[in-house]
C-alpha cells in the first residue's frame, strides 16, 4: 500500500524536475509611448519646417509575433523664417491602426506600418484632416524601445505627402 502511495510522489517529483524551471507566459497585450524626432524629407515640407519634436502612445493586442496596434501622437513641426510670409508651426496629431511584426526568439527586432487620419493646424488658418501613414522598424532591449519610421500625411493639394523621418525611443509594458 505504502508504494502506491510513494508512487504518484515519485511521479510527480520527476516530472517536476524534468519540466523547464523558467516558464515564460504569453503577453497578449502592450501599451508604449515614445518620444520622436522628426526630420523633413519631402521637399516642400523641408523648405518650410526645420524639423519636428513630439510623441506617441499605444496599445497592441495579439499572439505569437504578429500584433494589431492603436496611436495617437502629437508632434509639432518648427517652421523656418520666410522673408516674404510669415509661416508658424504646424501641430500634427495622428489616430493610427497598425499591425507589428517580432522577429527572433526574443521578439528582438520589429518591423510596423500604420495607417489613420490626422489633425492639421497652422496658426492662423483652418484645421484640416488628413490621411497619414508610416512603416518603420525597431528593436526592443527589455522595456526599452528605438525606432526609426518613415511617416507623413496628405497635403490635399498638388505638392502630394508631405513626408518626414521619424527617430522613436521610449518604453514598452507587455501585460
Known amino acids: 500500500m505504502k508504494r502506491l502511495i510513494g508512487l504518484p510522489a515519485v511521479l510527480i517529483a520527476l516530472l517536476a524536475v524534468g519540466l523547464p524551471t523558467r516558464v515564460h507566459a504569453q503577453k497578449l497585450f502592450f501599451v508604449f509611448a515614445h518620444g520622436q524626432y522628426a526630420s523633413p524629407s519631402q521637399t516642400n515640407f523641408k523648405n518650410n519646417y526645420n524639423f519636428g519634436a513630439g510623441g506617441e502612445v499605444g496599445a497592441g493586442i495579439g499572439a505569437g509575433k504578429t500584433f494589431f496596434t492603436g496611436t495617437i501622437g502629437y508632434t509639432v513641426f518648427d517652421a523656418k523664417p520666410q522673408p516674404e ?7 500634427y496629431v495622428p489616430m493610427k491602426l497598425g499591425i507589428r511584426r517580432y522577429f527572433f526568439p526574443a521578439k528582438l527586432l520589429f518591423v510596423h506600418a500604420d495607417a489613420g487620419v490626422a489633425n492639421i493646424k497652422i496658426k492662423g488658418a483652418d484645421s484640416h484632416t488628413r490621411f497619414t501613414s508610416d512603416v518603420g522598424a525597431g528593436v526592443k532591449l527589455g522595456p526599452l524601445e528605438a525606432g526609426v519610421a518613415y511617416e507623413g500625411f496628405s497635403q490635399g493639394d498638388p505638392s502630394g505627402f508631405a513626408s518626414w523621418i521619424g527617430f522613436k525611443l521610449g518604453w514598452r509594458f507587455g501585460i
Not at 510670409?85 to 501641430?91: D, F, I, Q
Open 85 to 91: 510670409a510669415s509661416t508658424h508651426n504646424l501641430v
